[in-house]
C-alpha cells in the first residue's frame, strides 16, 4: 500500500459501531394453556404480547370427575386449549405474566406448560415463530460497570 | 434430561375420553382435557389389514408427574389401546416448564382441590 493510499484510507470517516449485539437464533417452544373457554380470548391476547406470531385456539372439555354434578349441569366444563409457539428467553416471562393472571383474574383460573421444539423447516418459517425481523439488533445489554456486554 | 411433569397425549375414538381418564386416574393422574379432532387413515392400510377407522376422535391431554408416566401409559394401552373399541395410541412430551398447577379446577367442583379428601400433592412452590 503507497503513501497516497494510506492517506486517503485514513481521511475516511469512521464508521459509528451500532449500540448492540448480534445474537444466536433462539431456541423455541410450544406453549399449551389451557383456560375457561370465556376467558380465552383474554389470554391470547397476552400471550400475544410477548412476541409470540403463531397461537392455535382449540375448544376442548375438561373432564369432570364428580358424575353428580356433571348430570346437573353444573360443572362448566367448556375449555380451551391455547396452543402458542414462543420464543425460550421470553419464556419465563411468559409463565411469571400467565401465573399472576390465574391468581387475580376471576374465572381465570388455568394451566400452562411448555414442550420444547426440536425443530422448524424453512427460515421464513423460523423467522415468523422467532419474530426475527431483518436488520433487527438485540439491544445491548449492560453489566454493574455499565459497559456493553 | 429428565424434566418434573410430562404431557400425555391419547387420541382414542370419540366416546373413550372418559375411559381414557378412568384408566389415568387409577395411577394417580388428576385431570384433563378433551379435544375432538377427526383422524385420516391411509385407505389402502386400511383395505389391507381389514379394519375401519371411525374418522371422529378424541384427544385427550393429561400432565402428570414424570413418575407416574409409565404406569399411566401401560394402563391406557390396556384400556383403550389399539385392539380395543377405542383404538387409541398414546405417547407422552417433556415438560420443562409448568404454572397452574395447584390452582387448575380438575374435577369441575371449583374448589381447585382432589374431590377424593386426599390433600392436594406439593408443588415446586409450595
Redesign the interface.
Known amino acids: 500500500m503507497n503513501e497516497q493510499e494510506k492517506r486517503r484510507r485514513s481521511d475516511r470517516p469512521v464508521k459509528k459501531k451500532k449500540s448492540g449485539t448480534l445474537t444466536a437464533p433462539k431456541k423455541l417452544k410450544l406453549l399449551f394453556t389451557v383456560v375457561d373457554r370465556k376467558k380465552a380470548e383474554f389470554f391470547s391476547d397476552l400471550i400475544g404480547q410477548f412476541k409470540v406470531n403463531l397461537q392455535i385456539l382449540l375448544p376442548g372439555e375438561g373432564t369432570a370427575k364428580t358424575e353428580t354434578l356433571r348430570l346437573l349441569g353444573l360443572d362448566d366444563a367448556a375449555r380451551a386449549v391455547i396452543v402458542s409457539v414462543i420464543r425460550d428467553d421470553l419464556a419465563q416471562s411468559i409463565f411469571e405474566t400467565l401465573e399472576e393472571k390465574f391468581d387475580t383474574v376471576r374465572g381465570g383460573k388455568g394451566i400452562a406448560w411448555s414442550v420444547p421444539l426440536s425443530g422448524a423447516v424453512g427460515v421464513a418459517i423460523y423467522q415468523f415463530l422467532s419474530d426475527y425481523r431483518e436488520g433487527q439488533i438485540e439491544p445491548a445489554r449492560k453489566n454493574e460497570r455499565g459497559t456493553n456486554v | 434430561m429428565t424434566f418434573s ?1 410430562e ?1 400425555i397425549v391419547c387420541i382414542v375414538n370419540t366416546g373413550f ?2 375411559a381414557v ?1 378412568d384408566a389415568a ?1 387409577e395411577f394417580g393422574a388428576r ?6 379432532g377427526r383422524g385420516t387413515a391411509s385407505r389402502e392400510a386400511e383395505r389391507f389389514f381389514g379394519i375401519s377407522i371411525t374418522p371422529d376422535k378424541e384427544l ?2 393429561i ?1 402428570v408427574p414424570h413418575d407416574l408416566t409409565d404406569q399411566i401409559l401401560h394402563a391406557l394401552y390396556r384400556a383403550v389401546g389399539l385392539k380395543t373399541p377405542g383404538q387409541g395410541i398414546a405417547f407422552s ?9 395447584s ?7 371449583g374448589t ?1 382441590k382432589p ?1 377424593d379428601g386426599s390433600l392436594p400433592e406439593p408443588t415446586e412452590k409450595d
Open positions: 411433569h404431557c375420553s372418559d381418564m386416574r385431570g384433563g382435557t378433551v379435544i375432538h385427550v391431554l400432565l412430551l417433556p415438560v420443562d416448564q409448568v404454572v397452574g398447577l390452582t387448575l379446577t380438575f374435577d369441575g367442583d381447585g374431590t
